[in-house]
């Protein structure tokens, strides 16, 4: 599975949109983007995923370039409770070990008032 | 809200002990997993299971083992525990057409 890269650390005032980017340059043809979040002490909670077309749910939307190398998700109105750390994930849909998934360090978002 | 739970969901023990935390779902899904998280490693796959009495290794699967007799149960045992594991243990689910995991609330394992 590819690995994948993203900042540390960001801001974000709350009401306002965040946006977390990711890169996976050496993602292959069949491999997913996968974003979970953890809240602190929660277990990670799925956010979204998507192959190449831009993806929306309730949560957020996953905006993917082209070229299928980096990706942003995007909270639109970004509140307190958003504060967490976002893991970006790539991997192939399926596979016979079901899914498992590589974990990064993440970014950490901290939405401020 | 993936109907997980794990008990116990704090413990102490003592080096050499044997340990089992347990891993329950109640939709009768068929690959679980279980997670160890520890600061700056985030979460690392332990051991997982793709059904009944089939069960696999993760990447950190020394001093563990796992069992599986029922569909909804996942049990991890550290057969000697020791300090360095100590962690936060997550017990996850896949689910949906592209087996999304969901996880469950976490137990933390302290050895003393």
């Known amino acids: 599975d590819a690995k994948t890269t993203q900042p540390t650390s960001m801001d974000c005032a709350e009401g306002r949109a965040a946006n977390l980017p990711c890169n996976h340059s050496t993602i292959s043809g069949n491999e997913y983007v996968y974003w979970y979040r953890q809240i602190h002490s929660q277990g990670p909670q799925y956010i979204i995923h998507?192959?190449?077309n831009n993806e929306t749910n309730e949560m957020a939307s996953l905006i993917i370039t082209e070229d299928r190398k980096s990706s942003t998700l995007i909270l639109p109105h970004a509140t307190l409770r958003d504060t967490a750390v976002y893991y970006c994930?790539?991997?192939?849909?399926?596979?016979?070990?079901?899914?498992?998934?590589?974990f990064g360090q993440g970014t950490e978002l901290s939405v401020k008032p | 809200d993936a109907g997980i739970t794990q008990s116990p969901r704090h413990k102490v023990t003592e080096t050499g002990t044997p340990v089992t935390l347990r891993c329950h779902q109640t939709?009768?899904?068929?690959?679980m997993y279980w997670y160890r998280q520890d600061p700056g490693h985030g979460l690392r796959l332990i051991h997982y299971s793709y059904g009944v009495k089939d069960t696999d290794k993760g990447e950190v699967s020394d001093g563990y083992s796992v069992s599986r007799s029922k569909t909804e149960d996942f049990l991890l045992t550290l057969e000697s525990a020791t300090s360095s594991q100590t962690s936060v243990y997550f017990c996850?689910?896949?689910?949906?057409?592209?087996?999304?995991?969901?996880f469950g609330p976490g137990t933390r394992l302290t050895v003393t």
């Open positions: 998507g192959l190449k």
């Open positions: 994930i790539v991997r192939r849909e399926q596979s016979n070990q079901g899914g498992k998934l590589i």
């Open positions: 939709e009768n899904h068929r690959y």
């Open positions: 996850a689910i896949s689910r949906g057409h592209s087996y999304e995991q969901y």
